[in-house]
């Protein structure tokens, strides 16, 4: 396997023209396959089938004998069987705990609008000219979304083995009109990083100057483990509690990818504060929410050893996918000095950077053979990758034939995109 910045523009010429023969081929295949979201399997919905059943026409009372049928008017915050496993997995008292619908990014986009037309605790932040966010990047685009529909500035923050770069961000808070950060605190997404214990003490001790600075700490990959001993993330209101910064951070979760994508549970943790703020602009948002689904997710799991369980399910079927995905990117691209990736023990994605300058090219060249993937730039603000290199992989969609071939064309893409812009670079003089 030659190192492809060693090679003579001849050699790379030779090169590249094996490589489109080989592309070409699978253009005559005539492929529609999808590695772009991070979308559970077939696989891995019919493990969660039995929720369908957990509760019939005769099952609508909760362990309370409250009438589940009626209380979707009532009990804002959720039922209690429901709270008490968000609340053991998030490892905060049930008081702490609103059981939410279906999503978690509503969640978020609906407490980023409270800040905006009510505040955090205050002044409106519309009211306060320009706004801005800290955004660790590569980073998850649906966060960056919700900035730019309320026009909120995102400040990237380079990613490292640790979490974001916290030097960086001790910079940025001294700016009061920076308000907020968002936070893929485990199994980040794209990288897969869990954010260290010296990374979420930092974050902890942060003495933002705006004192209405809060962090979405989005914890969608909570118990989703790719080996059996997976990371482990501290509590971060453990650690905001030594430092009396109980009001800073906002997490949120769901079992969007545990159960159905979009007829899971979602719930959001906060200090007493925060949580008697956001029930507040609740009860004039909702009557409240769907408590059947909340319901038969208890019916289904039983308690949180119940759905930790379930993951395990999950596990078996996502930790082979992602080892074809990575034994094709070490055998297809490792030694060629074109790429490198990560390997991640948990989440939904691998993070590919390749040769700086060719993302785009490898999503056109995807594309054009038949496999979908995100966009190229949308894991970074506005979609603007400044170094056009890195892509999100998913690999839980495909089954694992349609994968395997994915990656294989994946890889050989990555190569032809490599050699162009290596033929484009002047040579250097000897």
């Keep these: 396997m030659p190192d492809y910045k060693s090679l003579t523009k001849d050699e790379l010429r030779q090169e590249q023209k094996e490589l489109m023969e080989a592309y070409r081929n699978y253009q005559a295949m005539g492929l529609t396959l999808d590695m772009s979201r991070g979308k559970p399997g077939t696989d891995q919905l019919s493990v969660s089938n039995g929720l369908l059943d957990a509760i019939t026409s005769r099952d609508w009372d909760d362990d309370n004998n409250h009438s589940l049928r009626y209380l979707n008017y009532g009990l804002l915050t959720g039922i209690d069987e429901c709270k008490e496993i968000f609340a053991a997995l998030l490892d905060v008292p049930m008081d702490n705990v609103i059981v939410c619908g279906n999503s978690s990014l509503n969640q978020m986009f609906d407490y980023i609008t409270q800040c905006m037309l009510t505040g955090s605790d205050g002044t409106p932040w519309k009211d306060q000219g320009e706004i801005k966010f800290i955004c660790p990047s590569p980073g998850y685009d649906r966060h960056f979304a919700i900035c730019e529909y309320y026009g909120i500035k995102m400040i990237p923050v380079a990613m490292n083995d640790e979490g974001p770069d916290m030097n960086a961000v001790e910079t940025l808070i001294q700016d009061p009109s920076v308000k907020g950060m968002f936070c893929v605190p485990k199994y980040s997404n794209p990288t897969g990083v869990t954010y260290s214990h010296n990374t979420v003490e930092r974050i902890a001790a942060m003495e933002p100057a705006a004192k209405d600075f809060r962090i979405i700490w989005d914890n969608a990959y909570i118990v989703h483990d790719l080996t059996s001993k997976g990371d482990v993330l501290d509590n971060i209101f453990e650690s905001l509690h030594r430092y009396g910064h109980d009001d800073m951070v906002i997490e949120f979760t769901s079992t969007s990818k545990i159960s159905f994508p979009g007829a899971g549970v979602a719930a959001l943790a906060a200090s007493d504060r925060n949580i008697q703020i956001i029930k507040n602009r609740l009860k004039y948002q909702t009557i409240g929410y769907d408590k059947l689904n909340q319901y038969r997710h208890v019916k289904f799991y039983k308690n949180v050893d ?48 390749v040769y700086p300058g060719t993302a785009k090219r490898v999503w056109e060249l995807c594309r054009d053979a038949g496999v979908t993937l995100t966009n190229a730039g949308a894991t970074y603000p506005y979609g603007i990758d400044p170094e056009d290199k890195n892509l999100r992989i998913a690999p839980s969609y495909p089954p694992v034939d349609e994968l395997l071939t994915a990656t294989k064309l994946l890889c050989l893409c990555v190569k032809i995109a490599a050699t162009e812009k290596l033929l484009e670079e002047p040579e250097e003089e000897e």
């Design 306 to 353: 119940g759905l930790k369980n379930y993951m395990r399910l999950h596990r078996n079927i996502l930790g082979p996918k992602f080892k074809i995905v990575l034994y094709e990117f070490e055998h297809k691209l490792g030694g060629y000095n074109i790429a490198k990736w990560s390997n991640p023990k948990g989440g939904y994605f691998i993070n590919l950077d």
